[in-house]
């Protein structure tokens, strides 16, 4: 929640009036098969932001088939019945040929001549990119995808004009997709991990902090997924989790832009109402991590300048104490003034950055991070026995009404800027009302921010950041 | 009856759901660029103006025409952008400073471009007067903190040993150093013995030469008025420039490694001429620098057209066509999506002062470098004797005129644009004849963009990545391989044929 930290009240109001005047602008329905809607009209220019918002993600997942969610993703982007081929009827049988192929080789793609004639029939069917070039040609901005350990959100800013073929587009790659270039595409994320993680000290670093600080939790697994799991991912496996994950109620629209609401509800009803209700699914949630009773360490030995991550369990909404953490947040790492950096950087002069943030999901709790990275000849035990002393500090010497109404005055100035962009508040929407069941979620956090006092920010270093509740991670440099 | 109306109708769903989006007809897009309010402060400074009362903030943006391609001393102009903000000014310590722009919720931050550099400032409305006056105090009484400069320096060390972590920076540097031979502001990154040279006096002296309100392009949007905001200007800005007696003189040069020519009177014409002309090294081959990564980054380049080239909006097509289209580019569906050699790949022309840059950067295993690379030069070489269909020009042209809009969609983009339009030197009709010069653009004009600069023969190809030389040489026959050291000075490559 800490990205939206920001969004609070200045001190003495209970909701400031450019958040009552939001809550008058925004629009939100349901489509007849459940599919949520949440829409502001902003008439800056002639153009609009479309988001569509699926409750899936890392969390989902299960060793394995790590790395689905986001997999997935990339295959949104690969058509449909209708986009990215020419002729789906000669398509499929050749499609389902090669699955067969590769789920008999459990998952590899085999280099035999059968293989490669199918792959040559495909390759005079597929019209490569079609999905993404239809955007293009119709002045997309932005075009875009991410998934998270929460959610997998699909972005695009658009001229006002092309709604309908927004409509058109979006809920036609929800309801039809298909996997087609499934094996080359798999190379492609592997890149990506290779890239991102794999090569990436800071990346492998943040992996070890999550496998360390949790045992069981989906929380440990990586979004971009292993690379041993997604060498085997195969279309078949991504048929399944699809079907489980992708269906109307899991699903948020939302929209800010040029837009008339009553086009808008028109015309997501006729192009997104088509999506079918799927039977009722048992939701199994994943297993509750086990309580921390000690702390926990790791270290990396890579060539790379050190740096420390340490993470303390905490709590998520609805529990207020993810606010708390909010406004601590905002005390420790939210500006040139603020204790992290006035005090270790700027005065003490023994780390050249710290901050904090939370990691890695928001739907379950998760850990409140310090990132530090110590100068040179301090080493990463004192400096992450340093952090602790600050965070211990705040009993001691805790913040003055005067820093905590500063504090909240930032975050709201924040919010306010959120506010500017079509597609920053679509985002702000789009994603409470997936993960937290209401858009309102993001009024109901600023309350929780703007009531948080003293004490609150005190029990949160006495409850949660303690040396038992926390892992820490380092890297130990090596001479490459 | 009724069966048959429902076989109707689901007849007709049917036809829905099989339409092809790209069937639907879309209408144009209409809409008017905004024209800003602009005049010329007692000091100098161009004011544009943009009025936006949705929020209850201000947003200023105070543009000043010097950048790194104009101080050829490495880590100068950063150093001095930055400790103007955060050195502290002579009646507040940098801690005050800090606290109180963090306890207005307001903030004021410097950037350093290629050609010019920026503050920005952001505030809530009713502090927009306190954020000008310390802004004042900033650009008119920088204290230059030492311990604020020695952080400034230590963090810059540190990123200097961490680029050894990162391949794609280590690519960009060490293609800076093959592609060019000089002067040192395209060649050289900061090292660090720039880092020990740069001290409070050389920030003093650069302050004073390259700190003025000549030139100077301030664009402000807000829920501020325009009486009240010439008004406050000139009474918080007014006298920068003017009372500090730091007035600078023109065809001044620093005498401390700064080179800024003539830019206190000089128009923006004048200016871009100031710029050094970069001399390219023309050794065309492949440069590596092994490193320990499993992904390869590649960067390869040619020289390319300066920004006043004729057929300018030629290169925007030809770019949107062949590498920076994103899903609809050659390069993304050839090298991404059939072979899945990357994920990331793209670059195009890039037009700068005096001359330019085509360039193409990429991530791949390293398995696959030469692959990579071999298919790009044949696509490079594809392109110069085959183009875009008419179809297919004609669809990129729609696509850059739908998306023209997204430069204007909020009035800080479109006075932003405007205020790099005047710093660039384009001229002043640039985005009303835009579109007109794109929709002119034929398909003879791409082929001889790709004729008269794309030779694959002469392309500087850097690869960094744990590949060994041999494998290279043996991938390009007749090219030549040098293996280089990231970082080394002087650059001199060992040679292979």
């Known amino acids: 929640m800490l990205i939206l930290l920001c969004l609070v009240f200045a001190p003495g109001m209970a909701l400031c009036s450019e958040l009552a005047e939001l809550e008058s602008r925004v629009q939100s329905f349901k489509l007849s098969n459940g599919i949520r809607v949440i829409f502001v009209s902003r008439k800056i220019a002639p153009i609009f932001s479309g988001q ?22 990339h295959m949104a982007f690969k058509g449909t019945k209708v986009t990215g081929t020419k002729d789906y009827q000669k398509e499929a049988p050749l499609l389902a040929q090669l699955e067969r192929i590769v789920v008999e080789n459990q998952g590899v793609v085999p280099e035999s001549d059968e293989v490669r004639i199918i792959q040559a029939k495909l390759e005079e069917v597929w019209v490569d990119n079609e999905f993404g070039k239809i955007y293009t040609q119709a002045g997309s901005n932005r075009l875009n995808a991410m998934t998270s350990k929460d959610y997998t959100a699909y972005v695009v800013r658009l001229p006002s004009v092309a709604f309908e073929l927004w409509c058109q587009m979006e809920s036609d790659r929800l309801i039809n997709p298909v996997f087609r270039q499934f094996y080359q595409e798999r190379e492609v994320v592997l890149e990506e991990r290779r890239s991102g993680f794999d090569d990436n000290p800071s990346g492998r670093l943040y992996e070890l902090l999550l496998q360390t600080a949790f045992t069981t939790h989906p929380q440990r697994l990586p979004v971009i997924g292993s690379r041993e799991d997604l060498e085997r991912l195969t279309a078949t496996q991504m048929r399944q989790f699809y079907e489980l994950h992708y269906r109307p109620e899991n699903i948020v629209i939302s929209l800010v832009g ?18 079918s209700q799927r039977a009722h699914r048992v939701h199994s949630e994943p297993v509750p991590e086990p309580i921390q009773r000690e702390g926990r360490a790791a270290s990396l030995k890579v060539a790379a300048e050190p740096q420390v991550y340490l993470g303390w369990h905490k709590p998520t909404l609805p529990n207020p104490a993810d606010a708390h953490f909010a ?24 780390a050249l950055s710290a901050s904090s943030t939370e990691a890695p999901g928001e739907r379950y709790p998760n850990l409140f991070v310090i990132a530090a990275a110590p100068v040179p000849g301090v080493s990463v035990d004192r400096l992450a026995a340093r952090i602790q002393k600050e965070l211990d500090s705040l009993l001691s010497s805790p913040p003055s009404e005067a820093e905590l109404a500063e504090a909240k005055k930032r975050s709201r100035i924040s919010f306010l800027k959120l506010m500017d962009s079509d597609s920053g508040l679509a985002t702000a929407l789009g994603k409470n009302e997936v993960l937290h069941g209401s858009w309102r979620e993001l009024i109901r956090l600023y309350d929780l921010i703007e009531a948080t006092t003293v004490e609150d920010v005190q029990n949160l270093v006495r409850n949660f950041l303690t040396p038992s509740n926390r892992t820490v991670v380092y890297i130990v440099p090596e001479k490459s | 009856m009724r069966d048959l109306f429902i076989f109707l109708l689901l007849a007709f769903l049917t036809a829905c759901s099989s339409q092809k989006a790209s069937e639907l007809q879309l209408a144009p897009v ?11 402060m007692g000091n100098g400074v161009t004011v544009l103006f943009l009025e936006n009362n949705e929020l209850p903030l201000v947003e200023a943006e105070l543009y000043l025409p010097v950048g790194t391609l104009h101080v050829d001393s490495p880590g100068l102009l950063d150093a001095l952008i930055s400790q103007m903000r955060s050195g502290g000014i002579r009646s507040l310590t940098p801690q005050q400073l800090d606290r109180k722009l963090d306890a207005l919720a307001a903030s004021i931050e410097g950037s350093v471009g290629a050609e010019f550099s920026s503050f920005s400032l952001a ?32 963090q810059n060390l540190d990123a200097i040993r961490r680029r050894r972590e990162d391949p794609q920076t280590m690519a960009a540097l060490t293609f800076a150093k093959a592609f060019y031979a000089g002067p040192a502001v395209y060649t050289d990154s900061l090292m660090p013995g720039d880092l020990h040279k740069l001290d409070r006096a050389l920030l003093l002296k650069a302050y004073g030469r390259l700190i003025t309100p000549r030139g100077a392009i301030l664009c402000v949007t807000g829920r501020i008025q325009e009486p009240e905001l010439r008004d406050l200007l000139e009474k918080r800005l007014g006298t920068w420039g003017i009372s500090s007696g730091s007035k600078p003189t023109a065809h001044k040069r620093m005498d401390a490694g700064v080179s800024l020519l003539n830019s206190a009177v000089s128009t923006d014409s004048d200016l871009i001429k100031t710029i050094p002309k970069p001399i390219f090294r023309e050794v065309p081959g492949v440069y590596l620098v092994r490193a320990p990564f499993e992904q390869a980054a590649v960067v390869m380049g040619l020289p390319g057209p300066a920004r006043d080239f004729p057929g300018y909006h030629s290169l925007s097509v030809f770019n949107r066509y062949f590498s920076s289209g994103g899903f609809s580019s050659v390069l993304f569906n050839e090298i991404r999506t059939k072979r899945g050699l990357a994920y990331s790949v793209g670059g195009g022309f890039a037009p700068g002062n005096g001359t330019g840059v ?34 297919l020009l004609r669809e990129i042209k729609e696509s850059i005129e739908r998306g023209f809009v997204f430069n204007f969609a909020t009035q800080a983009a479109t006075l932003d644009r405007e205020a790099a339009r005047r710093l660039l030197g384009f001229p002043e009709d640039f985005d009303e004849s835009f579109l007109a010069k794109v929709r002119a653009v034929t398909e003879e004009n791409l082929l001889r963009v790709a004729v008269d600069y794309l030779d694959p023969s002469r392309f500087v190809i850097v690869v960094v990545g744990d590949i060994g030389k041999e494998e290279l040489v043996k991938a390009f026959p007749g090219v030549e391989v040098h293996e280089v050291q990231f970082q080394d000075e002087p650059f001199i490559p060992n040679r292979t044929k």
């Open chain 2, 30 to 40: 209409e809409f008017s660029i905004a024209k800003p309010s602009q005049w010329q």
């Open chain 1, 52 to 73: 569509i918002w699926v409750k899936v993600g890392g969390v989902d997942e299960q060793p394995g088939i790590t790395g689905i969610a986001h997999f997935l993703e």
């Open chain 1, 258 to 275: 040029d837009l008339d609401l009553v086009q808008v509800q028109k015309l997501t009803e006729r192009y997104f109402g088509k999506f």
């Open chain 1, 327 to 350: 406004v601590l947040h905002s005390l420790l790492s939210d500006g040139r003034s603020s204790r992290l950096f006035s005090n270790l950087v700027d005065r003490e002069k023994i």
């Open chain 2, 123 to 154: 505030s809530h409305k009713e502090d927009f007067s306190e954020i000008l006056a310390l802004f004042h105090l900033m650009l008119t009484e920088p204290a230059f903190n030492l311990a604020r400069l020695n952080l400034w320096k230590a």
């Open chain 2, 358 to 391: 085509f360039q193409i950067g990429l991530g791949t295993r390293v398995n696959q470098v030469s692959a990579a690379i071999t298919e790009i030069l044949t696509l490079v070489t594809v392109a110069r004797k085959e183009t875009a269909s008419t179809d």
